[in-house]
């Protein structure tokens, strides 16, 4: 009688070098075999530089060449039907300098589109007239309706990111965190079509 091993492969691993993979690196599993330390120690792949730092595993390979290493089991696949492998060497941090100069270029930049914005709208000339038509006097400058203005658009910008420097607020998501994700499953989603070597069609014979 054949022992069911069920196979969950993962949906993206990140390295930093090039190495041979096991099967314990590209996949759950759970089995009552006796062969599940073996199981796990299979190698799969040796990655090298000439997959440079993209490479996409399809279950059905893997499948392939499990039922081929061990005949008398019987493999099942849950889940995703490729695996993602980066290669992302270990960076070394960024200069001081480099930081400072991103951040201040992101700080005018986004201060100028505020800017700009509000200009657009005419936020100004609104405020003194809300100023004009709730005291009877005109005022070029209000500030008591400027100030909290200038401080509830800053408080909403960080409740609405959700963030403030590396504190969340709630478990929920930001908008940009969800753009950033859909973002990523797509280019995945496009990866796993474009690099998998089964859709290539000079293998389809």
Not at 146 to 157: A, F, H, R
């Amino acid at each position: 009688m054949t022992e069911m091993v069920y196979l969950r492969l993962r949906k993206k691993i990140i390295l930093e070098q090039w190495q041979e993979l096991k099967l314990q690196d590209i996949a759950y599993i759970s089995t009552h075999a006796n062969q599940k330390k073996a199981l796990e120690k299979t190698p799969i792949y040796r990655l090298s530089k000439k997959d440079k730092s993209i490479l996409v595993i399809d279950s059905f390979l893997v499948i392939d060449y499990l039922t081929k290493e061990y005949p008398n089991l019987e493999f099942q696949l849950l889940g995703p039907e490729q695996t993602l492998v980066q290669i992302e060497p270990r960076k070394k941090p960024p200069h001081p300098v480099i930081i400072t100069f991103v951040w201040l270029l992101l700080f005018v930049g986004s201060a100028m589109t505020i800017m700009n914005f509000h200009y657009d709208v005419s936020m100004q000339p609104v405020q003194q007239k809300l100023h004009y038509i709730l005291t009877g006097v005109e005022n070029d400058y209000p500030l008591w309706i400027q100030i909290p203005y200038s401080l509830g658009l800053g408080v909403g910008t960080i409740l609405f990111f959700n963030h403030w420097f590396k504190k969340r607020f709630n478990e929920e998501p930001s908008p940009l965190e969800v753009e950033i994700f859909n973002y990523q499953q797509d280019l995945q989603h496009y990866i796993n079509t474009m690099e998998n070597e089964l859709n290539d069609p000079r293998n389809s014979s």
